[in-house]
């Protein structure tokens, strides 16, 4: 999952309920579970569902999807079904949520019944543009289906072994793309080939009336598409040099891995302001989803760059390769989380390097957005409590957490803080071979293999571990266990110092943190006074120990003057750069709910925004990782 713009077992278990009651209602050997889903009626939020299937047992229980694949936490929207009725031979049937987990449903079906037929309705979050829902996946023209949100699945059944034959009819006028094979068009309807349950919730349906097919080509025997569906037709024009990265991208990915585990791969791309902007992987395709503009406008383009990447990234890293507490025989969890700095931390580091292998980053773009990281870690206080793999473990609260005093609680940390922890085994494997071997060479181990229809793998530590010690013999457990259980109060900065580059303060923000701070509406000034302030002058949130914080500021508060002149994002700046030598401290006038209250600010060092220089004598090993490897 990538958190666009700062967004979103313990092993394999079955439910309390069903530990208690045993394995009931398994669906029945004569045939798939028949899925019906009505999208007429998405520009009013609302689908329509009906199901069927053969039950051999009176004593039924149906599990509605609880824990996502790639969501890491139990976002399984149970709130947002409505309108249950379940019959049997055209009879109503008594239901029930089971008090246990309202994700179960019993059903008191008759004895001797032959198929159960459930209809409910699923309604969809809003997607107005002020104070829409963070699940938001619809507009007036668009609508990104997931199908963990229209079905029901017997309990005691595995996902990988569950048929269904579903279908989808659509508003007139609109078309749709997926991964998953497509059996007929009739009409407004169509009809998708017999799939496991598993397959089908990892294929989501991407369908609007303005849709655009970009092919890729065939690469490693396969081909690769950018599907689009956007809120209108001028924002489905990408540039020639974004077409043409996109291209690379793909044989960057191959180039990396050295095999692919896919029949073919779909970016399922969304341009709208109407839907949550985030990204989700798949086996064969991604759930990408961005800023309607974000193909025209330069600076959206450049902060959106890595969201492609690190979805592809997850085709082999969380979906092939995946850890062996996240791979369940349902959807039910709970999952242990604890090894997401690798599933999403190194798809970070990854995915930005083919960012910048594949032309979507310059190298530039790529050390100023290292920069960003190493200057962002470097302010997380709240490592002093919580060791990076309790951030991971605690995913399924964090990625919902508040933005205030985020440094302190820590946030989803094991994203941006793991691409320090992979940079330093990178640089590590690289000074010690002397050039003769990378983190390719782990990659190619350990997420290769044979090329194939998708499969999954699970790992331990222990296998990590070892395929980095066939790379490089070295106390890989040492060094991991270092970086994701210590409270360390500095962050893992060895990897930066070795690749011949070191973080220095400059009087301009870099290019990449001007796009960052547009398309995100706010002014980081975390290097100088420790504030991240949004559009409006709110406090978003702020550094402890540094200078705003000492003037006792703090996050939800709202600076509404600068020196005595009214806030703008352009005067706090000029505040800030011209508080060099000065021996007056910085004027804020705030308003803090009712109260408005002066307070100042003494900090004298001017602007300062992170960058990157050469250290003298060292190799440059971040322009060779970010070299292209593809013909």
Known sequence: MYPLLGRRSAFLVLLMVLAAGGVRGAASSSGPIELSVDASEVPRKILHVKMSMAIGDPNVRLLYPKWIPGEHGPTGPIKDVTGIKVTVQGKPVRWSHVSEDVNTLQIEAPSGAGRLEVAFDTILPPSSVEGFSSAASSTDDLLVLAWNQVLLYPAGSSISQLKYKANLTLPEGWKLATALPIATHSGRTTRFGEVTLETLVDSPVLCGVHMREIPLGVVGGVPHFV??????????????????????????????????????????????????????????????????????????????????????VHSWNGKYRRPEPMVTDDFQGPLDTSMLWVYEGLTQYLGQILTARSGLWTQEDFRDKLALIAEWAANQTGRAWRPLEDTALSAQLLFEARDDWESWRRGTDFYDESVLIWLDADTLIREKTGGKKSLTDFCRLFHGGASGAPQVRPYTFEDLVATLDEVMPYDWSSFLRQRVESTSPYPPLEGLTRSGWRLIYAKEPSEVQKDYDASRKEVDLTASLGLVIREDGTIKDMIMSKPAYKAGLGPGMKIIAVNGMRYSKDRIREAVAESSGSDHPIDLVVENGEAIKSYRVDYKDGAKYPRLERIPGKKDLLSQITESRAS
């Open 227 to 312: 599907e689009m569906a956007a809120d209108s037709e001028a924002a489905l024009e990408p540039k020639h040099e974004t077409r043409e990265s996109w291209g690379r991208l793909v044989r960057e990915g191959q180039a990396l891995f050295g095999a692919r585990h896919y029949n073919s791969y779909r970016f399922l791309l969304t341009l709208s302001d109407g839907v949550a902007h985030f990204g989700l992987e798949h086996h064969e395709s991604s759930d990408d989803r961005t800023k309607e503009r974000m193909l025209l406008d330069e600076e959206l383009t450049k902060s959106s760059a890595t969201l492609l990447p690190h979805e592809y």
